[in-house]
């Protein structure tokens, strides 16, 4: 079965760093692209980021986009998400997402969440 295990979360202080980590099993980790989804408290849902697996092209929401960086280790079948410069605004469950592949939108497994608390 599909497992989505994401790590690394935790509290971190304005401005700081946290790389967070999510581990595939399941299927072809290089057939689909990964994405990263996180929900602050009170909100809705908010993608962040994706990753094409076998060729690591990245595609970044405007509200991340030259402050995280996402990317794959595909011999390890997991994906990352180095985030810097971290802001109050980014507290939040962050989710790793398997996307639907080919040209389909959307995600049909999601992990459990990592809670990440940005607060001095």
């Known amino acids: 079965e599909v497992q989505l295990v994401e790590s690394g979360g935790g509290l971190v202080q304005p401005g700081g760093s946290l790389r967070l980590s999510c581990a595939a099993s399941?299927?072809?980790?290089?057939?689909?692209?990964m994405s990263w989804v996180r929900q602050a408290p009170g909100k809705g849902l908010e993608w962040m980021s994706s990753?094409?697996?076998?060729?690591?092209?990245?595609y970044y929401a405007d509200s991340v986009k030259g402050r995280f960086t996402i990317s794959t280790d595909n011999a390890k079948n997991t994906v990352y998400l180095q985030m810097n410069s971290l802001k109050s605004e980014d507290t939040a469950v962050y989710y790793c997402?398997?996307?639907?592949?080919?040209?389909?939108?959307?995600?049909?497994?999601w992990g459990k969440g990592t809670l990440v608390t940005v607060s001095s």
């Open positions: 990753i094409y697996t076998h060729i690591s092209n990245p």
């Open positions: 997402a398997k996307d639907l592949g080919g040209d389909s939108k959307g995600w049909d497994y």
């Open positions: 399941g299927f072809t980790f290089v057939d689909y692209a």
